[in-house]
């Protein structure tokens, strides 16, 4: 299972700011649509960085009410991405090894998806199912 598979079953769709977004339009925005990021583009369309809700609560921390008025790139993190070929053993490893829970996934400069660590726990759990049935099946054919 690759970055691909999985973008091919959740869909394409993420949700971007601006740069110039205050952080009090990026909680907004996750509230409104139930997610746990957003992915910060420039006009050209490249990544810049990723602001997630524990980005919300350390900004917050720091500069209290104030950081509602800070721009989405001071607070966002440096992206950390993956490429729709990576295998999902690779995803996992770098999410866990970058303490990330949300990779962009992108081609050529381009954003092409988001890839949450539920997606990635979601989908290795399938694999882990598919290969016990089959397992199961092998012993009980050759027993």
């Avoid at 977004?21 to 509230?31: D, F, H, M, T, Y």
């Avoid at 800070?70 to 993956?82: N, S």
Wanted: proline share 3%; charged share 25%; hydrophobic share 45%.
């Amino acid at each position: 299972m690759t970055a691909r598979a999985i973008l091919q079953v959740k869909g394409t769709d993420v949700v971007t700011a601006n740069p110039e977004a205050s952080l009090a339009e990026v909680i907004r925005v996750l509230g409104r649509r139930g997610i746990g990021a957003v992915v910060v583009q420039a006009r050209d369309g490249s990544v810049l960085g990723v602001v997630s809700e524990r980005d919300v609560v350390l900004a917050i921390t720091e500069h209290g009410a104030a950081a509602l008025d800070l721009p989405a790139y001071e607070v966002m993190q440096a992206p950390v991405t993956c490429v729709s070929s990576d295998p999902l053993e690779q995803l996992l490893a770098l999410m866990t090894n970058r303490r990330t829970r949300h990779l962009p996934v992108v081609e050529e400069g381009r954003l092409r998806g988001i890839i949450s660590i539920g997606d990635v726990v979601k989908h290795r759990m399938q694999e882990v199912e598919t290969e016990t049935s089959v397992l199961r099946e092998y012993i009980v054919y050759a027993g």
